[in-house]
């Protein structure tokens, strides 16, 4: 596996369903801490300032980059999250939100 293959895959969870590939996860951790730091500087330290200007970058800077990052990841067959998704018991059928607790 390739260093892009292993970035770009999309994820598939024990459900089936497609999660974030793991270039997105790097995606998001990058770009909050450049978000925080740009927008901490603009705040000058003012806390609600800070999380209004740090909402107010961030979201069309997230946006952005993972439309990127999911035009590039098309071009990969998606790969399970980790290896014991391979190991599920397919033959037990649970309720779709058998997860939530009443």
């Known amino acids: 596996m390739g260093v892009m ?13 497609s999660t974030p590939s793991e270039a997105a996860r790097l995606f998001f951790i ?6 925080g730091w740009y ?3 603009l705040s000058q330290g003012n806390v609600i300032v800070f999380l209004c200007v740090l909402m107010l970058i961030s ?5 952005l980059g993972w439309w990127l990052i999911s035009l590039v990841s098309n ?10 998704v391979n190991n599920v018991d397919k033959s037990k059928k649970l ?8």
């Open 75 to 84: 071009g990969f067959e998606p790969r399970v999250l980790t290896e014991s």
């Open 39 to 41: 927008s901490w500087h």
């Open 59 to 63: 979201t069309p800077l997230l946006s």
């Open 30 to 35: 990058i770009a909050m801490v450049v978000s």
């Open 5 to 17: 293959e292993f970035l770009f895959a999309p994820r598939k969870d024990h459900r089936g369903w």
């Open 95 to 102: 309720p779709l939100h058998s997860f939530r607790k009443p």
